[in-house]
C-alpha cells in the first residue's frame, strides 16, 4: 500500500466501559481521511479478568464477547457484534485491520489439576532445577463451559502446557517445568534467562500435536468470522520459531483471497542493536516483520539526553536502517508506556522529532500510537508501589505529518546526516502525485539550517513550514538547493506552499 500508515488503536489503560467498539466505528471515516490505512486493535477475546482485562491474561480464544464467561459477556471492549460491525466499517473506509494475537499462554483456568509432577527451576536461569521433580496442583483445567463447546470442543489440562508459575498446593509462586517434558524446555526459543519459553500463566506447548491443530482449527476460524487482514503476533521470543513459520503458512494457504501481513512483537534482550531480530527474521524466513524496538529505544535515549545526543546516530543498529522491508517503525506502545512492565518513554518534546523519521522517511512502515494521536490520562501504580497521575498529552503536528506523509512524502531520498544536533533530508517527490516532494530539518539543539538538494523541477518554486514552526518562506534555487530552517528543538517540514 502507497505510504501506508498503521495505528495502534488502544493502550493499556483505553477506555473499558464497553463502548470501545461502537467509538471505533464512529472514528473510521475521519481516520481514513487522516492517513491511517490499518488498525491494530487490541485482543479482542475473553482474558481471566473479564471486562478488566486487556486482553493480554487469555483465557478463551474463542469468546470474542459472546459468553457469560469470567462474570461478564462482553469484554473490555464490548460484545462480539460490535466487534465485528467496526471491523466492517473500517474496511468499508479502506483501513485494514490487524488483530493483536496471544497464543503463548492461558491464565483464568476453571480448575486446579492434582499431582502433577512438575521441577521448580531459577527464575533467572530457566535451564537450572532448584529441587528435584515434586507434585504440585496447578490451574491447568480449561473447560470452557459458559461457551458449552460452540465452535470447538477443544479442552486445555496439564498436558497441553510446559509449565507453570503457581503451585495451589503449597501456594508458592515460582517456575514449575512440567516434569512429562523430559530434561527441557522448547530450545528454539530467546535465550535470555538461559531458555526464554516461559513468560507467565500456564504457558502453551507449542510441540503438542493437538495444541498444534487446534490454534490451526481456531485461526481459519477467526478469519471466517472477522474478515481480518492480519495479524499482529504477541510474545515471539517465547515460542518455537519454527511455529510461528509454518503457522504463517498455513494462513497464507487458507486461500483467503487477499494479501495479509503479520508482524510480531519480540523484544530484544540487548535495546542497543538488532541481532536478535535479525535471527529471528532468518529463522523464520522473513514471513513476519518486526517491530523495531531498537530504533525506540534511540528515540528514548534520545529525549532523555538532549542536545547531548549525537543526531547522526538516531537510525544506526536499527532494524528500519538494516532491514526496511521487515521493519515496523514506532514512537511508543503500550508496552513502553509510562507505568507499564517495558516502560521506555519518549519525553513529549522529541516525539514530534520521533514521528517525522517514521513518517515521512522512504524506510520501514510507520506504527502511531492512540495516545499520541489522542491524548491520554490515567492513574496506576508504579513499580516503587506508589500510585501516579499520568497525562500523556496528544503530539502537536502529528496530524499534520500524518497529511504530509499522505500528500508529498514521495520520491527519492537525500540524507543530511552531517551534524551532531542538526539533521536532515528531502524527498524529490515524483510525477504521479502533484506538488510531491517535500524536506524535513530538525534539530535537538540550537536553531539549525541546511542547505539540502531536493531536485531541480522544484527550482523557483516556493515553501513553507508545513507544521507552521517557522513562519519565513524558502525559494528553491535554479539548481534545485534551498536553505532550510528548524527552530531550536524543534522540526520543520518544509512543502510547496
Keep these: 500500500m502507497l505510504n501506508g500508515t498503521m495505528m495502534q488503536y488502544f493502550h493499556w489503560y483505553s477506555n473499558g466501559d464497553g463502548t470501545f467498539w461502537k ?6 471515516q475521519s481516520l481514513s481521511e487522516q492517513g491511517i490505512t490499518a488498525l491494530w486493535l487490541p485482543p479482542a477475546y475473553k482474558g481471566q479478568s473479564g471486562t478488566y482485562d486487556v486482553g493480554y491474561g487469555v483465557y478463551d480464544l474463542y469468546d470474542l464477547g459472546e459468553f457469560n464467561q469470567k462474570g461478564s459477556v462482553r469484554t473490555k471492549y464490548g460484545t462480539k457484534d460490535e466487534y465485528i460491525q467496526a471491523i466492517s466499517k473500517l474496511q468499508e473506509n479502506k483501513i485494514q485491520v490487524y488483530a493483536d494475537t496471544v497464543l503463548n499462554h492461558r491464565l483464568g483456568a476453571d480448575e486446579v489439576e492434582s499431582c502433577v509432577s512438575a521441577v521448580p527451576v531459577d527464575w533467572n536461569d530457566r535451564n537450572r532445577e532448584t529441587t528435584g521433580a515434586k507434585w504440585i496442583k496447578p490451574w491447568t483445567r480449561f473447560n470452557f463451559d459458559g461457551r458449552n463447546n460452540k465452535y470447538s470442543n477443544f479442552k ?3 498436558i497441553h502446557f510446559s509449565g507453570v508459575d503457581y503451585d495451589d498446593w503449597t501456594k508458592q509462586s515460582r517456575i514449575f517445568k512440567f516434569h512429562q517434558r523430559g530434561p527441557g524446555w522448547e530450545w528454539e526459543v530467546s535465550y535470555e534467562k538461559g531458555n526464554y519459553d516461559f513468560l507467565m500463566g500456564a504457558d502453551v506447548d507449542f510441540q503438542n500435536p493437538g495444541v498444534v491443530d487446534e490454534l490451526k482449527n481456531w485461526v481459519k476460524w477467526y478469519f471466517d468470522v472477522t474478515s481480518i487482514n492480519g495479524l499482529r503476533l504477541d510474545a515471539l521470543k517465547h515460542i518455537r520459531f519454527s511455529f510461528i513459520r509454518d503457522y504463517v503458512d498455513y494462513i497464507n494457504k487458507l486461500g483467503l483471497g487477499k494479501d495479509l501481513f503479520f508482524v510480531g512483537e519480540y523484544v530484544p534482550s540487548n535495546r542497543e542493536n538488532s541481532d536478535e531480530l535479525h535471527y529471528y527474521i532468518a529463522k523464520t524466513e522473513g514471513k513476519v516483520s518486526l517491530f523495531d524496538f531498537v530504533l525506540q529505544n534511540n528515540f528514548h535515549k534520545a529525549s532523555k539526553s538532549f542536545n547531548n545526543y549525537d543526531m547522526r546516530s538516531i537510525l544506526d543498529n536499527t532494524l528500519t536502517k538494516e532491514q526496511p522491508t521487515l521493519s515496523v517503525s514506532f514512537v511508543e506502545n503500550h508496552d513502553t508506556q509510562p507505568l507499564q512492565a517495558l516502560e521506555n518513554t519518549v519525553d513529549p518534546w522529541f516525539k514530534p522529532l520521533a514521528y517525522s523519521i517514521i513518517l515521512l522517511r522512504q524506510e520501514g512502515y510507520p506504527c502511531v500510537f492512540y495516545t499520541d494521536y489522542f491524548g491520554a490520562n490515567y492513574k496506576d501504580k508504579g513499580r516503587d508501589g506508589n500510585y501516579y497521575d499520568i497525562y500523556m498529552p496528544a503530539i ?65 518554486k516556493t515553501f513553507m513550514d508545513y507544521l507552521g514552526n517557522v513562519q519565513n518562506r524558502i525559494t528553491i534555487n535554479q539548481y534545485g538547493w534551498a536553505n532550510f530552517k528548524c527552530n531550536a528543538g524543534s522540526v520543520s517540514v518544509w512543502v510547496q506552499e
Design 23 to 28: 467509538d471505533l466505528e464512529s472514528r473510521a
Design 396 to 460: 502537536p503536528g502529528l496530524k499534520e505529518m500524518l497529511a504530509a506523509r499522505k500528500l508529498y512524502a514521495y520520491g527519492n531520498q537525500h540524507d543530511y546526516f552531517d551534524h551532531p544536533n542538526t539533521i536532515g533530508w528531502t524527498r524529490e517527490g515524483i510525477d504521479e502525485i502533484q506538488d510531491s516532494g517535500l524536506a524535513v530539518l530538525m534539530t535537538n539543539g540550537e536553531t539549525g539550517y541546511k542547505w539540502m538538494y531536493i531536485g531541480e523541477k522544484h527550482a523557483g
Design 156 to 158: 486445555l489440562s496439564s
